[in-house]
């Protein structure tokens, strides 16, 4: 009985010095978020005397990525409207047409985020890319997850891809949603190709918590790897006055792979990714987007 007594006060201690760490952390990261939607918002420009000339608007930001990275979610961290360390998760909806989250204190400038899914972005992909090329934006955001985006299907069953054994599915899924991503960027690097106007490119490899036990193995992929030579290749295309492009990994929520409404557990996430190590990877996503800022002040 005393070793189990003892036990337990080991745990409880072991506990409290857990969330006080993740506490500390949690206080470090609030002004950070705080002040993070200051980088999203324009530079006044100042008004010419006598000119009756109208400011031109905004260059916006845009955010592109498959359908089910949560594009949507990190655009509505990114303006402040949603807080990831207080505002629970929540199951995926999909987006069926552009979406425009304005800045809560700068309602007059917007993330755009488009849709994921080819059939629904193609209607507006030929607009996308113009307006990326005359340099309608002054970033880019692509969203990917190593694969793990949400799916509509309810139940495994219930997908394309799957045929009879739950675990080919799973691997196959991930197969064919990473290769969604490349098709992806095969698309769009044309256009990056020919942008003329200043701009800086970020992909944020979200969802670290599922695949956070082979990290290694992801940030090859999108620094070296298939997707890594290709974005590579846009990178060299230009000098670096003309595009600055940064990857960040991170995860905005700890929440297990499922199908549609949580019914069917594809993945859980990765044991002992805990609110501490998603607060870090939030810390290093706004370390890496004060490098954009620190580029774009380099006029």
């Not at 256009?191 to 969802?207: E, Y």
Request: proline share 6%.
């Amino acid at each position: 009985m005393e070793l189990d007594k003892d036990a337990d006060e080991v745990v409880k201690e072991l506990g409290k010095t857990v969330a006080k760490e993740a506490w500390e952390k949690k206080n470090r990261l609030l002004p950070l978020i705080k002040s993070l939607g200051r980088f999203f918002r324009p530079s006044p420009v100042p008004e010419s005397q006598g000119s009756e000339t109208p400011p031109e608007p905004p260059r916006g930001i845009l955010i592109l990525g498959p359908g089910g990275t949560g594009k949507t979610t990190l655009a509505r961290f990114l303006s402040g409207d949603v807080n990831v360390l207080i505002d629970p998760p929540g199951y995926y909806v999909p987006s069926f047409s552009v979406e425009s989250v304005p800045l809560l204190d700068a309602p007059g400038v917007e993330l755009v985020v488009m849709p994921g899914q080819g059939y629904r972005l193609q209607p507006e992909f030929g607009k996308l890319t113009s307006e990326l090329v005359r340099g309608a934006y002054r970033g880019l955001i692509l969203a990917v997850d190593y694969g793990y985006h949400a799916i509509e299907s309810e139940w495994s069953r219930e997908h394309k891809l799957y045929h009879g054994n739950k675990k080919e599915f799973i691997a196959n899924l991930l197969v064919s949603q990473r290769q969604e991503e490349l098709d992806l960027l095969d698309k769009l690097i044309p256009s990056l190709n020919a942008i003329t106007q200043r701009m800086w490119l970020l992909v944020v490899v979200l969802k670290q918590d599922l695949w956070s036990s082979q990290q290694a193995t992801v940030k090859r992929h999108y620094e070296d790897g298939a997707w890594g030579v290709k974005m590579n290749q846009v990178v060299i295309a230009h000098n670096s006055n003309l595009l600055c492009q940064r990857t960040a990994y991170a995860s905005l929520h700890i929440q297990n792979y499922t199908t549609r409404g949580g019914r069917d557990t594809l993945k859980k996430n990765t044991a002992g990714y805990d609110a501490t190590r998603q607060r870090q990877s939030l810390v290093e996503l706004f370390q890496v987007i004060d490098a954009l800022r620190e580029w774009e002040d380099q006029v």
